[in-house]
């Protein structure tokens, strides 16, 4: 199942409610918290437990704090 939350905040919440998943995708170029503080929350709630966070990044940035938070990086756009 894929779920798409509206914003930062519904993602931590969902975290927070105890939800758990395969894999999360982040987009790096989120607005209000950030990516960043998206990953380092997932990682800090579930510790051991969390899911691989993969990086959506523009034109292959990657900097040290993305290499740090997220286990890979896929860059944008996806071509099919």
Same mark, same amino acid.
């Given at each position: 199942?894929?779920?798409? %939350?509206?914003?930062?905040?519904?993602?931590?919440?969902?975290?927070?409610?105890?939800?758990?998943?395969?894999?999360?995708?982040?987009?790096?170029?989120?607005?209000?918290?950030?990516?960043?503080?998206?990953?380092?929350?997932?990682?800090?709630?579930?510790? %051991?437990?969390?899911? %691989?966070?993969?990086?959506?990044?523009?034109?292959?940035?990657?900097?040290?704090?993305?290499?740090?938070?997220?286990?890979?990086?896929?860059?944008? %756009?996806?071509?099919?």
């Amino acid at each position: 199942l894929i779920k798409v %939350p509206a914003s930062v905040d519904e993602a931590l919440a969902w975290i927070d409610e105890g939800r758990r998943y395969d894999v999360v995708l982040v987009d790096t170029h989120l607005t209000g918290s950030g990516a960043a503080a998206l990953a380092s929350r997932v990682r800090q709630t579930l510790g %051991p437990a969390a899911p %691989p966070l993969v990086a959506l990044t523009a034109l292959g940035r990657r900097d040290e704090e993305t290499a740090a938070l997220f286990s890979a990086t896929v860059t944008k %756009p996806i071509k099919a």
